[in-house]
């Protein structure tokens, strides 16, 4: 009886530990995020958004200018949204994958660049600041940033 006690115990112990062994999130000042297309004109070809999670705001970025390859050295202009927006998406920065940041900046896959349909992913922590296009057809992404894919998908699909 002791011994099976003894057990149970220690199968407690383990469980409680394991469940508490979490990846700590990725810390960003802010992400942004969104998607474009080189085969199409207007605002509605080049989209993209800002969480500041200094702040906890949402903009969106009225500017149509493509990011450059292989360096999106642009300035967005940032128009704040509202709060029932941001609550909506908040929370993308606790979903980057460390193997995005293992990557280096620019294409996630080699296809990005003339895929009709790209993501932009940009963070900054602290005084760096990391950018990365990956196609919008996540076949073509490595799959351990498929969890993150959909998160961008599913974020831009509520923003739109």
Not at 23 to 46: K, N
Not at 79 to 108: F, R
Not at 123 to 139: F, L, N, P, T
């Amino acid at each position: 009886m002791r011994l099976l006690k003894l057990a149970v115990i220690l199968l407690s112990f383990s469980l409680l530990s394991a469940c508490s062994k979490e990846e700590p999130s990725i810390q960003s000042d802010y992400i942004v995020f969104g998607a474009f297309s080189m085969e199409c004109f207007g605002d509605q070809c080049f989209k993209t958004y800002k969480l500041d999670n200094v702040q906890h705001h949402l903009y969106e970025d009225t500017t149509t200018i493509y990011p450059a390859f292989p360096s999106p050295e642009r300035q967005g202009q940032y128009v704040l949204k509202s709060q029932a927006l941001y609550d909506q998406v908040k929370g993308l920065s606790d979903k980057i994958p460390a193997s995005l940041l293992a990557m280096p900046n620019g294409d996630v896959n080699i296809h990005a660049v003339a895929d009709a349909y790209t993501y932009y992913v940009e963070i900054q922590q602290g005084d760096e600041k990391r950018h990365w296009y990956m196609e919008a057809d996540k076949a073509n992404v490595p799959s351990s940033l498929h969890a993150f894919h959909s998160e961008i998908k599913a974020r831009i699909d509520l923003l739109r």
